[in-house]
């Protein structure tokens, strides 16, 4: 059975104190999940141990890191490695998401090797893909994201594949005023799942969570969950207010 997952990634939002109260906020809706399901809070660097202190004594919750160095160690200032994250008990990582591939510039291969690196140091990542406007209004969407996973994800072996969690971002319908239709979002997921099954078989493409990326709301998160290919969420905007995150959370199905 693949895990459905809602994870709130807050970007760079909230002070110590803000994330700490948005936390327990989360916590005190007293929501209990089924088996298979789980919550996932990706917070700035500075707030992983307290969110970690937190979350520790709810099952299904999890803490993500919203990025990692593609290097082991050495004279990097300012970053951040994949050991490090383990060392404090970090659980997922989040990689290649569209902000960082636009305004830091990574790349596919850049991104392999941060995949490798949150592998060898025992971490889940969660690998965000997707298409800008220009690619989508091209209906060219299918090979961009295709490249996307075979120069990232498919130097991995079966097993190493299903430590993956992939996230598909609609660009195009992020902040634009444009909506991707839950169809749109299946028809998407469905073509990703079909290419890790060509990859890597059907078992892994089975097996694997495929979370939607696109400004998922409480209002349209039931629909998009209920696509029999959506195995959840990766949350912006809505996981940064407690009611809106516990409601999608609630939706999963």
Known sequence: MRKKIVAGNWKMNLTLAQGEQLINDILQAGLTLKEGQEVVVATPFPYLLKAKALLKSYPGFYV?????????????????????????????????????REYFHETNEMLAKKIDQVLANGLKPI????????????????????????????????EQLKQVVIAYE???????????????????????????????????????????GGSAKPGNAAELFSCPDVDGGLIGGASLVAADFVAIIEKLS
């Not at 298409?131 to 996973?149: D, G, H, I, M, S």
């Open 127 to 158: 690998f965000c893909c997707g298409e800008p406007l220009e690619v989508r209004k091209a209906e060219t969407q299918n090979a961009y994201v295709a490249k996307q996973l075979e120069d990232s994800l498919y130097h991995l072996t079966e």
């Open 64 to 100: 993500a890191a919203q990025n990692c160095s593609s290097e082991k160690s050495g004279a990097y200032t300012g970053e951040v490695s994949a050991e490090m994250l383990q060392s404090i008990g970090v659980d997922y990582v989040i990689l290649g998401h569209s902000e960082r």
């Open 170 to 212: 609609p660009i195009w319908a992020i902040g634009t005023g444009l909506t991707a239709s839950s169809a749109q979002a299946q028809d998407m997921h469905a073509f990703i799942r079909s290419q890790i099954a060509n990859k890597f078989g059907r078992e892994a493409a089975l097996h694997m969570s495929i979370l939607y």
